[in-house]
């Protein structure tokens, strides 16, 4: 006879969320055991009077609530995040047909990179022609997908008159000067 397996599940801790009150701050939900939340509202009060015994003008003032704050970490746009993927590939070799993870073509490195950030592009640089919103080149920004030699080559628009691209056979993927004469169309990812 062989040992029975069986499951059993551990009993509930019992948490609450105790708001504790900041004068001049707000109000705060913070997760803690029942055992504790008491104790919460206690430091909630300390720190109340603690802030109301210092006078506000050696505070300073407080941020907007909807302001950036230098430490906040900026929110990355779809094609922010395209184009860092797209930089960690400089130097993955060239392969007609490859879409990633180690060799690419054009279209497939772009494609490649925007799924990184979640979206599904087309796999040919013709179809990924007629993705998101035209873009003029003098409104170029760092992330937007450009169409080039005909319409037969893309690559991932990086600031500074540059395209990130996988070019040709012999020559990885690497950072090409881009010149408006050679733009067919260039779209924005939205």
């Not at 184009?83 to 047909?97: E, N, R």
């Not at 993870?101 to 979640?118: E, H, M």
């Given at each position: 006879?062989g040992?029975?397996?069986?499951?059993?599940?551990?009993?509930?801790?019992?948490?609450?969320?105790?708001?504790?009150?900041?004068?001049?701050?707000?109000?705060?939900?913070?997760?803690?055991?029942?055992?504790?939340?008491?104790?919460?509202?206690?430091?909630?009060?300390?720190?109340?009077?603690?802030?109301?015994?210092?006078?506000?003008?050696?505070?300073?003032t407080?941020?907007?609530?909807?302001?950036?704050l230098?430490?906040?970490a900026?929110s990355?746009?779809?094609?922010d995040?395209?184009?860092?993927?797209?930089?960690?590939?400089?130097?993955?070799?060239?392969?007609?047909?490859?879409?990633?993870?180690?060799?690419?073509?054009?279209?497939?490195?772009?494609?490649?990179?925007?799924?990184?950030?979640?979206?599904e592009?087309?796999?040919?640089?013709?179809?990924?022609?007629?993705?998101?919103?035209?873009?003029a080149?003098?409104?170029?920004?760092?992330?937007d997908?450009?169409?080039?030699?005909?319409?037969?080559?893309?690559?991932i628009?990086?600031?500074?008159?540059?395209?990130?691209?996988?070019?040709?056979?012999g020559?990885?993927?690497?950072?090409?000067?881009?010149?408006p004469?050679?733009?067919?169309t260039?779209?924005?990812?939205?």
């Amino acid at each position: 006879m062989g040992a029975i397996a069986t499951t059993g599940a551990m009993p509930a801790i019992q948490a609450q969320a105790a708001t504790i009150n900041v004068p001049g701050i707000g109000d705060f939900d913070v997760p803690v055991p029942q055992e504790f939340e008491a104790q919460a509202q206690d430091l909630g009060k300390q720190l109340g009077q603690a802030l109301s015994s210092v006078p506000p003008s050696s505070l300073g003032t407080l941020p907007d609530p909807g302001m950036a704050l230098p430490w906040d970490a900026p929110s990355s746009s779809p094609a922010d995040i395209a184009l860092d993927a797209a930089k960690t590939k400089v130097g993955a070799a060239y392969s007609w047909g490859a879409s990633g993870p180690y060799n690419f073509d054009c279209s497939g490195l772009v494609q490649w990179a925007y799924k990184q950030a979640g979206i599904e592009l087309p796999r040919t640089s013709f179809e990924q022609s007629h993705v998101g919103a035209p873009v003029a080149f003098k409104n170029l920004q760092p992330g937007d997908i450009v169409i080039t030699n005909g319409g037969g080559h893309v690559g991932i628009y990086a600031g500074d008159g540059k395209l990130l691209n996988a070019v040709q056979s012999g020559t990885p993927v690497s950072y090409t000067q881009l010149r408006p004469d050679q733009v067919v169309t260039a779209r924005r990812v939205v």
